[in-house]
């Protein structure tokens, strides 16, 4: 089986994990959320949109390019190519982290206050810096264990990330209590530093693992010195895919930074006052969306798979295996969003009202169940389209579902308030995966 369907073998060791992570990452969320009240939440994730910011300008695109180049070792077993593959992404990406990382520590306060439309954000971010070469490690080296399809490495360490960073938390948040200390949401921030470094470590020793297995096999170590000229040529590779992903991810990620930021200071164009938007910013993105979001580790996890086996077939001319994994993605994931959608609206409201004490949560989880469908459709159709080479489309249907969103943060939250929101998000989502199913059509029909 693990040789004639890697996809099933790589997908269920990603989907356990996953809800496993998700499952932790659940209450974790419902610890928050009780401790910190809906405007920490709000608060803390006001940070989202610098970590999704740095992270696409740094280590995304490059992720992906050593996952697509280094996918043919299965078949070549050219270890010591897809290991000179793997440095000097790896090298390359840490430049860029260690810039990144040094500007937000330096320029916290005026990204808080003139970015972030909010002074109290400037600690967090200055916490946050020191995550972002540490998430770069893991990154590049989960970009090298996708491409050859082991995912046990990839999951073990998004697995000890959550375990680690829930526990830290829980523990500086009793210790404080203890000695009579009040909680502030500045230990959500410690504990994400803390996960990301108990990450890294797992990937370096497992990286380290593999290589020195393989190289007292296959005299590896005098081999993987790279020559300038090889490096300079690898360098071009990767960049070659990494930039334009990077690029339009960068300007995807800006865009959603636009929207997060802006949710909050329309939401007092409605009539909210500060503290009243971020209570209910935090109620939608801390308690309702991780909810909705919980069984997407299922396709998430097809998701990450299917690119570098389509960019093999698409690379072989296997249209017929296109063709299969583009029809059982949309079936399994039509059915699986129908049932999530059923699921979330007989239950939306009591979850809401039960796991987080909050009947706003579970009135938002009702109107949003109708996402599931599409936004399970859409992440697997812009796999299977980043494994066909078609980067320009999912940029271009990505901007065009985050610009339908702004058009309904800026004109419908003034008006209708965070209702406005929702409805943007259904439709944004609906308009994505229509644009998706047409753009790998002719693999639907018949051949």
């Not at 399994?332 to 949560?361: D, E, I, Q, W």
């Not at 004109?411 to 943007?424: D, E, K, N, R, V």
Request: proline share 4%; charged share 10%; net charge positive.
């Amino acid at each position: 089986m693990k040789k004639t369907n890697p996809l099933i073998t790589g997908a269920i060791v990603l989907t356990v994990t996953g809800f496993a992570s998700r499952f932790i990452g659940f209450f974790y969320r419902i610890f928050l959320s009780r401790v910190f009240g809906a405007e920490g939440m709000g608060i803390y994730q006001l940070t989202s949109p610098v970590l999704a910011l740095t992270f696409s300008l740094t280590v995304s695109g490059m992720q992906t390019a050593i996952s697509k180049f280094v996918a043919n070792e299965t078949t070549t077993h050219d270890y010591q190519s897809s290991f000179r593959t793997l440095f000097t992404g790896f090298f390359i990406s840490m430049l860029l982290s260690v810039s990144c990382s040094a500007y937000i520590y330096t320029f916290s306060d005026m990204i808080a206050q003139k970015l972030l439309f909010e002074p109290r954000t400037a600690s967090l971010l200055r916490i946050i810096s020191l995550s972002i070469p540490m998430a770069t490690v893991h990154s590049c080296i989960n970009g090298y264990f996708y491409g050859i399809r082991k995912t046990a490495v990839p999951s073990l360490t998004q697995l000890t990330e959550q375990i680690i960073r829930v526990g830290s938390v829980y523990l500086i948040y009793a210790a404080f209590r203890s000695k009579g200390y009040s909680p502030t949401i500045t230990f959500a921030v410690v504990g994400l530093v803390i996960g990301e470094g108990a990450s890294m470590l797992v990937s370096l020793a497992a990286i380290y693992i593999r290589f020195y297995s393989l190289s007292a096999s296959k005299s590896l170590v005098s081999k993987i010195r790279q020559p300038s000229y090889v490096f300079l040529f690898n360098a071009k590779r990767l960049l070659s895919l990494a930039v334009p992903l990077s690029l339009n991810r960068t300007l995807i990620n800006f865009l959603q930074s636009i929207e997060a930021i802006y949710i909050p200071q329309c939401l007092q164009h409605y009539g909210y006052d500060n503290a009243k938007a971020l209570s209910v910013y935090g109620v939608l993105t801390g308690m309702a969306l991780p909810l909705i979001l919980f069984p997407s580790a299922i396709t998430n996890s097809i998701s990450v798979l299917l690119l570098p086996i389509v960019s093999e077939a698409d690379s072989n001319g296997n249209h017929d295996a296109i063709r299969k994994a583009v029809k059982k993605s949309i079936q399994y994931c039509l059915l699986l969003g129908s049932l999530c959608t059923a699921f979330f609206l007989a239950f939306g409201r009591m979850a809401g009202t039960f796991l987080y004490h909050s009947p706003l949560a579970g009135s938002f989880i009702i109107t949003l169940s109708f996402i599931c469908p599409f936004m399970y459709i859409a992440s697997t159709l812009n796999s299977i389209l980043n494994g066909l080479g078609k980067t320009g489309y999912t940029f271009a249907f990505s901007m065009i579902s985050l610009l339908l969103r702004l058009l309904f943060v800026f004109f419908a939250i003034p008006i209708s308030g965070i209702q406005g929101y929702l409805w943007g998000l259904l439709a944004s989502q609906l308009t994505q995966t229509a644009l998706c199913v047409l753009a790998v059509r002719k693999y639907l029909k018949r051949p």
